[in-house]
């Protein structure tokens, strides 16, 4: 090991993490150029090679860069939204919401998007993510400052993405996909609303205040770039005479042209991500509008912020008593950048970047911020969901997906899914307890609770 | 053994492992599994066809390939198959596919999960004797 591994556990989740968590974690801490430690969040689980709550910072100079590092959706992310309505004005009205938000964004297999691009837009929408929505009458000015990075990711080169992933993911821009992802309507915990005054900051002044959350990615598009990358760096490994542990390890270094490469595609897949959920978020303040009728900029629907959880990005840290820049690697955990940090918008740069944890949709999800210490312990990193701890198998033996939506409606979460087998992987019964989670990060310092969000709508993909 | 689920090895996605008598066997076997994923085979009728050649550096990558090549029709296409006819190389390094199956019917159609990439965690071919086997990680 060059490095040695950090786990972020209580006692209860470290016991029922899995071991495959433990050996994922060390083979990443032989990877090279690995700075500080192999990192696991509190919601860590068994990943491809990199355990997903991974979080591994690399010597740009002399380091690696891993696709199984970022994950095949590269991306994946939270995006939140608030509204100005108490749950008491949309109670009357959930179900009309879901099912009209329900049929403006596809979920499922095989889906097409409702809005279409021509694979010549490919390009410039890879480059500029939210910004070309913004510049397209696609996202609301202050859009693109609320999303991680302000929008895009500098240095997508879409010549290093093949034919088959923008084939792929020309059509699917505005689509939630399946697996884990979901689109939710939220309201804040009035027994779980933490900071009241750093919620203001975030535009949340009400303890029933109606939120919506998104959880997707870069969809086919992203999967095909890592597809690609992973199968043709195994070669490239060769070359360099770089050995791992696992095929999913596959790694080369950060400088080499491979590794550049599948950066700037990498980059592409990114953007695409931010773009899709833009697409979505544009359908859900239709559906508001619509439901409400009043416009979305009545109901006060301004994006809180959106984050990615599987990335690896360029960042300046400070160890060892000096600025270096790394390129981090998160895959299933979340950027937590503290206060006066300049990447964090102006709106927030005094009390710290928006952190998004999404629960199952049982359990509910919680809106943190970056702290101080994130940056001095974890590359301003924390956990990004409450992680897995059933299969999806093991699930649908324990609950039939028609029997959990109707207990769900019985606790006043009303849930339409594409399917019913996928809506019975999802139960939360399959999931870690977030609660726990969160309350470790908390604990660590690592990020900070402001409010909990229970679900009371959601769309299952 | 056509395909048989392994339901522990990954958590958060499907993992099948399969085994056939030839290399054209494992690969229809392979597609199969993937179609019963993404929805019951029961429900898709072989209307549509496709056909397509594939050439790799080895066996290993030409089955990565070829499930690749039917996640990329069933995105770019919405199609999905039932019936699976592969004839591969003597050498392992090609092969000719044709493929029957249909678009997406959400009516009809009783769909499942939608797969998205084929892992290379436990992926590779093994020959023993007479028999081709396989272990799959797919991403859903």
Redesign the interface.
């Known amino acids: 090991m060059h490095v040695p591994a950090r786990i972020y556990a209580s006692k209860k989740l470290l016991d029922n993490m ?1 071991s495959g968590v433990i050996e994922q974690v060390t083979n990443v801490a032989c990877l090279p150029g690995i700075v500080r430690y192999s990192y696991a969040m509190a919601d860590a ?5 990199f355990p ?1 709550g991974g979080v591994a910072a690399f010597d740009t100079e002399k380091g690696i860069i891993s696709p ?1 590092g970022v994950g ?2 590269v991306n994946c992310g939270m995006r939140l939204i608030r509204t100005n309505l108490r749950f008491s004005e949309v109670k009357p009205k959930v179900k009309e919401l879901v099912d009209l938000i329900f049929s403006l964004v596809p979920a ?3 889906v ?1 998007g409702s809005q279409s691009f021509a694979q010549s837009q490919m390009g410039d929408i890879t480059s500029l993510g939210v910004r070309w929505c913004a510049e397209h009458d696609l996202a609301w000015d202050d859009d693109p400052e609320h999303v991680e990075e302000g929008g895009y990711i500098r240095g997508a080169d879409i010549s290093k993405v093949s034919r ?1 992933a923008i ?2 993911g020309v ?2 821009f505005g689509t939630l ?4 992802h979901y689109l939710e309507i939220q309201v804040v915990d009035p027994d779980r609303y933490f900071d009241p005054a750093l919620a203001k900051e975030f535009g949340i002044v009400h303890d029933d205040q109606v939120m919506v959350m998104i959880h997707c990615g870069s969809r ?1 598009f992203g ?2 770039v ?2 690609d990358y ?2 043709n760096f ?2 490239g490994m060769r070359r360099f005479g770089i050995e791992v542990r ?3 390890l ?1 790694c080369l270094p950060f400088n080499s042209k491979e590794g550049k490469d599948y950066y700037s595609a990498m980059v592409c897949a990114a953007n695409f991500a931010f773009v899709n959920r833009q697409i979505i978020v544009n359908k859900v303040r239709d559906a508001f509008a619509k439901v409400f009728h009043r416009d979305a900029e009545a109901l006060d629907m301004h994006l809180i912020y959106d984050v990615c959880h599987n990335v690896a990005k360029v960042e300046k840290h400070r160890y060892d008593g000096s600025s270096m820049e790394v390129l981090v690697h998160r895959k299933g955990a979340t950027r937590s950048f503290g206060p006066g940090h300049q990447d964090i918008p102006a709106s927030y740069r005094d009390v710290g970047q928006p952190v998004i944890i999404g629960g199952s949709m049982e359990t509910g999800s919680y809106l943190l911020v970056g702290t101080a210490k994130a940056m001095e312990d974890t590359f301003g990193s924390t956990a990004h969901g409450s992680g ?7 699930a649908k033996r324990e609950v039939r997906g028609a029997e959990l939506q109707r207990k769900m409606l019985e606790r006043g979460i009303y849930v339409k899914a ?2 019913m ?2 809506l019975a ?1 999802e139960a939360g019964m399959a999931y870690k307890d977030i609660s726990e989670v969160v309350e470790t990060m908390d604990r660590a310092g690592i990020s900070k609770k402001v409010v909990a969000l229970r679900p009371v709508g959601n769309i299952k ?1 | 053994m056509p395909f048989r ?1 392994l ?2 090895v ?5 993992a099948f492992e399969a085994e056939s008598d030839s290399p054209d066997g494992l690969f229809e076997t392979c597609g199969a599994a993937i179609t019963d994923i ?2 019951d085979p029961k429900t898709l009728r072989p209307t549509t066809e496709r056909s397509f050649s594939l050439e790799s ?1 080895d066996l290993d ?1 030409l089955l ?2 070829f499930m ?1 090549e039917l ?2 029709i ?3 296409e ?3 198959f039932k019936e699976y006819e592969v004839k591969v190389s003597p050498q392992g390094t090609s092969l000719t596919a044709v493929i029957k199956g249909e678009a ?1 019917d ?1 009516e009809r159609h ?5 797969v ?6 436990l ?1 590779g071919v093994k020959h023993e004797g007479r028999r081709w086997r396989t272990t799959v ?1 797919l ?2």
């Open positions: 899995d689980h068994w990943g491809y090679g997903i199984g095949f959706d499922g297999v095989g097409k088959q084939t792929r059509s699917q996909g399946s697996g884990n086919g999967h095909q890592c597809t992973l199968r195994e070669s696992d095929r999913d596959a897995r701890t059933m299969s999806r198998t093991a594409a399917t087998d996928g992987e993909g | 689920f339901p522990d990954a958590l958060a996605d499907i993404m929805v550096e990558r990565y390939d690749t996640i990329v069933k995105d770019v919405s199609l999905l997406i959400r009783r769909l499942r999960n939608d998205k990439a084929v892992t290379m965690h992926f990680v991403d859903i």
